[in-house]
């Protein structure tokens, strides 16, 4: 007897169907199973065999083939498990074959007959969605995540006596079935709020300027000034999420196996990886393709706290995305693209003791802070528009009285500023300030002849590399944004040129 059952592979963050053949045949007792498997999918056979046994179906002693195809696609992982059960139930005439139609089946079985979950349900239910399949069949634990795909049936099941139930007899018992949830745009609320910074009204506002331009960030400040605290504020200030940017969230976390127990995304993540971490880590990568920080970052926050103690090489690899919002992984079997939308916000301490420029307290020696800052290399610190210093916050600072500005005040603003933006970049490749490529700028952030003369002394001044110049009118665009003017003036160049300046006071070239 020979059946088939649809399922789907995952490479990378993108499913693709894979179809399983099983065919039972009279000949001397084997198991084999072929199709580019990896190690983990051909152990399926025992896993089931053993798992069929314990549920009290006895295994005939024949010739079974199971075959996963198309062939040239690399099947990974446990997911596999639950559909050939079902190819070999069917082949075996335990199940019709009519009640496993048009249903793409995805799922680990453990040897009790627990059906357990498996990472990358999202994209295979929107698989089965675009293929117009009727149904999918997943593991209870991924019922949520799959019922997020509108429009498609969703059957969750815990175990091998639940599968049977639902396939053995006519029309599935309703409750397995889980009706459409989708849940796109809510008002969910973040558990930290700007409202709980204290004094920084410096960098309250260079957040703001971040968040409204997407512009990437470094905080400079001794230990105990708040730098991850704000870091760790800045996705509560950026738009709420759309549904596209929650799917494309969604399918990364899903495809690392995040999204088990859960719906889409509702907020913008937040990343904030050790300076241990190798630079595959970060980028994405490793034996079995998966992305990195800096995916699992998209459309939300990058932090990477203590700059400095990053390994080069780790640095290095942000480059790239960082311009890209992308990430390309090549490999010899092809090409994995991951998103990279992130903006990076990044914080470190001035000198090793991290005292410096208070020479009451700190004890570094010159080589010492140079040495240090110097592991920052200049191509990254160039790629970051906007530098503060974050002071320590003095007692009345902390003790202040009075309501701060809530996060949800500031977001206001950011989202009137974005809306500006959306406007005027309507058919470009580019969303955000600063990404406007340095050939459209003259179009898009126009300066009268006052504000060419401060640019041009600044140039001459500070030393500027073009890099760093474009960046300045990039973030003076964002400044002049959040105040509703098309034109850009000489206070937001001059507002711009101080976010420059800090870093120009720290490195010299
Ligand atoms: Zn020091």
Redesign the pocket.
């Known amino acids: 007897m020979f059946s088939t059952i649809l399922s789907a592979a995952v490479l990378g963050i993108d499913a693709y169907p894979v179809q399983v053949e099983a065919d039972i045949c009279d000949g001397l007792p084997q198991f084999s199973m072929v199709g580019d498997l990896a190690a983990e999918v051909k152990e399926a056979a025992d896993r089931v065999r053993t798992a069929l046994r314990n549920n009290g179906i006895a295994f005939p002693a024949k010739k079974v083939t199971v075959n996963l195809s198309p062939a040239h696609i690399r099947k990974e992982g446990t997911r596999f498990d639950l559909p050939v059960a079902v190819a070999l139930l069917t082949a075996l005439g335990i199940i019709p074959r009519e009640h496993t139609e048009e249903i793409l089946m995805v799922g680990e079985i453990g040897l009790n007959g627990l059906v357990r979950p498996v990472s990358g349900v999202l994209q295979s239910v929107m698989l089965a969605k675009e293929r117009g399949y009727t149904a999918c069949l997943v593991p209870a634990a991924n019922v949520r995540e799959a019922a997020s795909v509108p429009g498609i049936l969703v059957i969750g099941i815990q175990n091998l006596q639940e599968l049977l139930e639902c396939l053995v007899s006519e029309g599935i018992p309703e409750r397995y079935i889980r009706k459409e949830e989708f849940l796109p745009e809510q008002d969910v609320e973040y558990q930290e709020d700007f409202r709980d910074v204290n004094g920084q009204e410096g960098v309250r506002r260079a957040a703001e300027i971040v968040a409204a331009g997407m512009h990437n960030f470094l905080m400079i400040g001794s230990p105990g000034a708040g730098k991850t605290m704000i870091a760790r504020r800045i996705p509560t200030i950026l738009p709420r999420l759309t549904v596209e940017e929650s799917l494309e969230i969604s399918r990364v976390y899903s495809a690392c196996g995040l999204l088990v127990g859960e719906g889409l995304a509702k907020i913008r993540p937040f990343r904030a990886p050790h300076h241990t971490i190798s630079a595959n880590a970060l980028a994405g990568g490793g034996r079995k393709i998966l992305p990195g920080e800096i995916s699992l970052a998209t459309h939300g926050v990058l932090f990477l706290d203590e700059l400095p103690e990053f390994s080069r090489s780790a640095l290095e690899v942000l480059r790239q995305p960082m311009e890209e919002g992308q990430v390309t992984i090549s490999r010899a079997n092809g090409k994995y693209v991951f998103p990279a939308h992130f903006v990076l916000i990044s914080a470190m301490n ?7 420029p208070d020479r009451d ?4 020696l010159p080589g ?2 140079s040495r240090y800052l110097h592991r920052v290399s200049w191509p990254l610190l160039d790629r970051i528009d906007i530098c503060t210093e974050t002071p320590r916050v003095d007692y009345q600072g902390l003790t202040r009285k009075g309501e701060n500005e809530s996060s949800a005040q500031i977001r206001e603003r950011v989202e009137a500023a974005r809306k500006i933006q959306k406007r005027r970049y309507q058919g470009q490749h580019w969303q955000f300030n600063s990404r406007i490529p340095v050939s459209a700028i003259p179009e898009f952030c126009v300066l009268g002849s006052s504000e060419m003369r401060i640019m041009e002394a600044a140039f001459e001044r500070m030393n500027l590399s073009a890099r760093a110049y474009y960046r300045i009118i990039r973030v003076a665009r964002t400044i002049a944004d959040l105040e509703g003017e098309e034109r850009i003036r000489d206070i937001h160049l001059l507002e711009a040129l101080g976010y420059r300046s800090v870093d120009q006071n720290f490195w010299d070239r």
């Open positions: 001035p000198c090793p003791c991290g005292y410096y307290k700190c004890r570094c010492e802070i």
